[in-house]
């Protein structure tokens, strides 16, 4: 990648950086004005963190490498970055903790509000998110919020993503007590006005994700605050109380790296919604661009999940596997074009990597519309149900990470 000259470049242009990349996003100017911070001072670590995020997007190895040396100290030693921009290339949970500590002293914290005993009445449960609206996060829990006791609870929603409107906006607010849309609100005026509703408990769904505000949480929102689904690693705030996840997403060997409590569910932390409709879809397998026979390896990860490790590893999965191909998601065209090249490095046929584009989601239940697209492409679930029935081999595989620093539990 070309960057510019640096006699073009200024440090009062390289300061706004990090105001301009976060509006961008994931994307080809992101990762031009992380290196343009980087060209006019190598030490920005912030821009470094971007920059290897953003590449990640683009499956760009090459480009990443010269960027990774030392990433170990990255955030620890020295300013901190945001914790979630490193997740997938760097699993230790140790160095996560660490991480999450530097990052979370940048907020200043109010004081605990007291833990008052509610007498009569139901718990009034605040959820917080930036995804409501057609997003995974909502595909997820939207079935969480109608299934809550409501003699026992009182659901509020809190919207700070902006994206207000159409079905899912009319199904969440038909399943809360109280939804508010307070995208213009300040974090300490959606905090005031969580304390005014008079919420027991807060729940951040974000965590430090894409959009995050974890400055709503130190300003106070509620009594108790736990952090989950976003973002199932530690935040390592003082303002978090508590983690919800499961035995595989913090096995007891990674407790000590967390400073939350952690509250475990029986058999796996992740919700869905169970009313979401599989269509009876008579499409062939070479209707998705896959052999008519061989095995199929399929990893639908978001592209900066793929990690030249894990590719490395499916790579000498096609070569034991004879005519098997991998299906993955198309995220966008640098990605594909980056994995091609890297196929073809490790001795492999491009074209036996298979890209599977968006599809439209059906209505999550009979007569209830719902957007008509989404990031995760739905003939995945329907050529793995044919598969199984036909004998016909489907295999899924894991990224380097999930969305916490546990991904593959590699030793620090």
Known sequence: MNWPARGRLTPSRGSSWRRRSRSLGRGAEAVEEAGKALAIDPSQDRARALLLHQLGHFCDFDAARPHLEGIEALGIEGPPVEPFALLALDDCPARGLERSLAWARRFPTAPALPRTPRQGGPIRIGYFSADFHNHATIYLISRVFEHHDRDAFEINLYSFGGKEGGAITQRLAGTCDRYRDVHRLSDAEIAKLAREDGLDIAVDLKGYTKNARPEIFASRAAPVQINYLGFPGTMGAPFIDYLVADPMLIPDSHRAHYCEKIVYLP?????????????NDPSSRSDHGLPDAGFVFAAFNATYKIQPRDFAIWMRLLLAVEGSVLWLFRSNGPAEANLKKAAAA?????ARLVFAPPSPIP????????????????????????????????RWLRGSASSSPQGSRRAC
Request: net charge positive.
């Open 267 to 279: 058999h796996s932390y992740q919700p869905t919604d169970d009313s979401r409709i599989i269509p």
């Open 346 to 350: 490790h001795g492999i046929d491009p």
């Open 363 to 394: 209505s999550t239940s009979p007569g209830t519309a719902t957007p008509t697209s989404s990031s995760t492409p739905s003939p995945a679930t329907r050529i793995r149900r044919r598969a199984t029935r036909s004998g016909r081999g489907c």
